[in-house]
């Protein structure tokens, strides 16, 4: 099942520069899309979501860029801080597909002082 | 801040037993799911739960799992008869809309089927 997919295994930025983490998505019923940060033995942590009506969601230092035409979501961090280090899943849920959560396989971003 | 809460954090059992996962999601949250992340895999789906009764599951979640909302508080998840592919860390995820909704995930249970 390759629905959500993030090509990016790992990234790795300075601290201070953007880190841009990228997702693409096969299934068009897909109307919802959220990021998550997670820390090993933790749980994913919500950080940002947007729904398929815009294009754009700011909340602070990240931003989420939708396009639907090329079924393409990003998530920009700026600046980024050695705390931002964690894995980042994107995710995709559908109004008509209930409540599910589908997830991308996830990117390891690695923030360098 | 409210979060949700999972216990144990790591059950070992042995294959064929039984185990039950237990979860307590945000006090007004009203939509309650199970997750699994088998280790270098996916975080999938298991089943999502509303309203007492299971609105969504996904394949894996065959006869040999069920779910229950036993009070106003905790939400479970019962494997019947283990095997050892079900060893994975299980996540409790509640949420208070549905299909657009945000859901807020447990620190997980780690279960070793040995």
């Known amino acids: 099942d390759q629905q959500v997919k993030q090509n990016s295994p790992s990234l790795s930025v300075q601290e201070g520069r953007i880190s841009i983490l990228n997702c693409d998505y096969t299934?068009?019923?897909?109307?919802?899309f959220l990021w998550y940060k997670k820390y090993p033995a933790e749980g994913p942590t919500f950080l940002i979501s947007?729904?398929?009506?815009?294009d754009k969601n700011e909340d602070g230092r990240f931003t989420v860029f939708l396009n639907k035409s090329a079924k393409h979501l990003s998530l920009h961090i700026v600046p980024s801080q050695p705390g931002d280090s964690a894995v980042y899943f994107c995710?995709?849920?559908?109004?008509?597909?209930?409540?599910?959560?589908?997830f991308g396989g996830g990117t390891r971003l690695m923030v360098k002082p | 801040e409210p979060e949700v809460t999972q216990t144990p954090s790591h059950q070992v059992t042995q294959m064929g037993q039984e185990v039950i996962l237990r979860c307590v999601p945000i006090?007004?949250?009203?939509?309650f799911y199970w997750y699994r992340q088998i280790l270098g895999q996916k975080v999938e789906f298991l089943v999502s739960?509303?309203?007492?009764?299971?609105?969504?599951k996904s394949e894996i979640f065959d006869d040999q799992f069920s779910v229950e909302r036993p009070d106003g508080s905790n939400f479970t998840l019962k494997i019947r008869s283990t095997k050892l592919e079900d060893s994975a860390m299980y996540f409790c995820?509640?949420?208070?809309?549905?299909?657009?909704?945000?859901?807020?995930f447990g620190p997980g249970t780690r279960l070793t089927v040995t």
């Open positions: 995820a509640s949420g208070f809309l549905a299909g657009v909704g945000e859901q807020y």
């Open positions: 299934n068009s019923m897909f109307d919802y």
């Open positions: 947007i729904s398929s009506i815009k």
């Open positions: 995710a995709a849920s559908a109004r008509n597909a209930g409540n599910m959560l589908t």
């Open positions: 006090s007004n949250h009203l939509y």
């Open positions: 739960f509303y309203n007492n009764e299971i609105s969504e």
